[in-house]
Nanobody, 115 residues
Framework: QVQLVESGGGLVQPGGSLRLSCAAS????????VYWFRQAPGNQRELVAA???????NYADSVKGRFTISRDNAKNTVHLQMNNLKPEDTAVYYC?????????WGQGTQVTVSS
């Protein structure tokens, strides 16, 4: 059974940093494209960052230069380093792993940016 578990969310002041983690069990994340999405109340789920097979990465314009997605294959984990956080980054952040024939979601982790 494949499971993705996000962690690392919390309450942080504007300008602060958090590192989210997406740990996989039951599969090997290095075989998947991995994405971070977020969803704020009343908003649609939006793509924040992507780590594609072949070492390509991509980011939403709103987070470019502030967020970094990375893989730790030894730990079967993908991270999202978030710096210079803004109140508009407040959302539930979800990890998604996708490849032909399968897509998996984590349960989400809350990030709140507030003073």
């Amino acid at each position: 059974q494949v499971q993705l578990v996000e962690s690392g969310g919390g309450l942080v002041q504007p300008g602060g940093s958090l590192r989210l983690s997406c740990a996989a069990s039951g599969t090997i994340l290095s075989m998947y494209h991995v994405y971070w999405f977020r969803q704020a109340p009343g908003n649609q789920r939006e793509l924040v960052a992507a780590s594609l097979l072949g070492s390509f990465t991509n980011y939403a314009d709103s987070v470019k230069g502030r967020f970094t997605i990375s893989r730790d294959n030894a730990k079967n984990t993908v991270h999202l380093q978030m710096n210079n956080l803004k109140p508009e980054d407040t959302a539930v952040y979800y990890c998604n792993a996708h490849r032909t024939g399968g897509t998996y979601w984590g349960q989400g982790t809350q990030v709140t940016v507030s003073s």
